[in-house]
């Protein structure tokens, strides 16, 4: 069984899934890692979604995502990401524990579902926000500042700018590394390979956030690097609580995917 109920589900920032869900879409996140034996199956996989991408009662909008190594171009045949964004959290459990997704984890040793509302958003998505303004009840800050925070980066970068963007790919990683004491977990992950990508991190508290963020990471020089070189022609930027997360990674492991 998979999300609220299971032997593995934690619940953070003292926040009630039901309530909090009753005036917001919920945001799960799945990290799937798969056998060495079913990982050509877990490939094709991309391609079925492509051509036929799940539908379930209550999903607004859902990609399966694959990941590259160290966040680089050689893809991680191991691991993949399904995000689905739901109009209730009893929707997102029903799909959770459906035929369809007991299809898409088969051969997995091990499957982590974060729980995320979302409370700050902008940019597109292929033409869209999923995840509405971001803003529930006018809410620009995550409910409990003390609560894990959950933050999503995708864009598709432009054709001539590739060059340029992977040369910078390794200095970002390092400054990820460089706040690993305040990253429970980071993965790159993409719809598809070398033009679209998506980074997905989880950082200890908003404070982390925004010292990654605003003060000693040097990411706003990189914020202001992809405006003034036009190296996406679409982005979205958005940050979540997390409320819930399923069969977490253990402590010792939680940045594994960067290192």
């Not at 171009?73 to 959770?96: C, H, K, R």
Request: proline content about 6%; hydrophobic content about 40%.
């Amino acid at each position: 069984m998979y999300g609220p109920g299971s032997n593995n589900w934690v619940v953070f920032g003292g926040l009630n899934i039901v309530s909090v869900y009753s005036i917001m879409s919920i945001v799960t996140v799945s990290v799937l890692h798969y056998r060495p034996a079913a990982r050509f199956r877990a490939f094709a996989n991309m391609g079925r979604a492509l051509m036929r991408p799940f539908s379930a009662e209550g999903l607004r909008f859902g990609k399966l995502m694959g990941s590259g190594q160290n966040f680089g171009l050689i893809p991680n045949l191991s691991t993949y990401v399904y995000m689905g964004v739901w109009d209730t959290e009893q929707q997102a459990g029903q799909f959770l524990n459906s035929s369809s997704f007991a299809a898409l984890s088969d051969g997995t040793d091990s499957v982590s579902t974060l729980y995320l509302a979302p409370y700050h958003a902008h940019g597109l998505w292929d033409g869209v926000n999923p995840f509405g303004d971001g803003r529930p009840q006018g809410a620009t800050r995550p409910p409990n500042p003390d609560a894990p925070v959950a933050v999503l980066t995708r864009a598709t970068i432009r054709l001539g700018a590739l060059p340029d963007f992977w040369r910078h790919v390794p200095a970002a990683r390092q400054r990820l590394l460089d706040h690993k004491d305040n990253l429970l977990f980071a993965i790159g992950v993409g719809e598809t390979p070398v033009v679209q990508q998506c980074t997905i991190s989880v950082w200890r508290n908003r404070a982390a956030v925004e010292q990654f963020a605003y003060r000693q990471s040097g990411h706003k020089e990189v914020v202001r690097r992809t405006r003034d070189r036009r190296w996406y022609s679409e982005e979205l930027f958005a940050r979540f609580s997390v409320v819930g997360w399923d069969n977490p990674p253990a402590s010792a492991t939680l940045t594994s995917s960067l290192e």
